[in-house]
């Protein structure tokens, strides 16, 4: 069993930052794929950037440019950090690992 604790959401203003993480225990042997996902009110749930160990990364057209993602395999952790964020971009973040899902952190960007 895998547990997914993500934290860092919060409220900002347009144009600020925010560094998520998404934090993996239980029978887990490093971190070697993760995909982080969002889902605003009234919305469909959204890929927004994905992780694997071997470098490869990749982020959703919406987000492309203004997200970055990493990972520390010594603790577990991929982060996803937002730059430039947008009222848009207010929804609840999730990270999946394989079937394992963390309980989300929510984001909201507003004035």
């Known amino acids: 069993q895998v547990q997914l604790v993500e934290s860092g959401g919060g409220l900002v203003q347009p144009g600020g930052s925010l560094r998520l993480s998404c934090t993996a225990s239980g029978s887990i042997m490093g971190i070697d794929f993760i995909v982080w996902y969002r889902q605003g009110v009234g919305k469909e749930r959204e890929l927004v950037a994905s992780f694997t160990t071997d470098g490869t990364t990749d982020a959703a057209d919406s987000v492309k440019g203004r997200v970055t993602i990493s990972g520390d395999n010594a603790k577990n952790t991929v982060y996803l950090q937002m730059n430039s964020l947008k009222p848009e971009d207010t929804a609840t973040y999730y990270c999946?690992?394989?079937?394992?899902w963390g309980q989300g952190t929510q984001v909201t960007v507003s004035p």
């Open positions: 999946r690992y394989y079937n394992f």
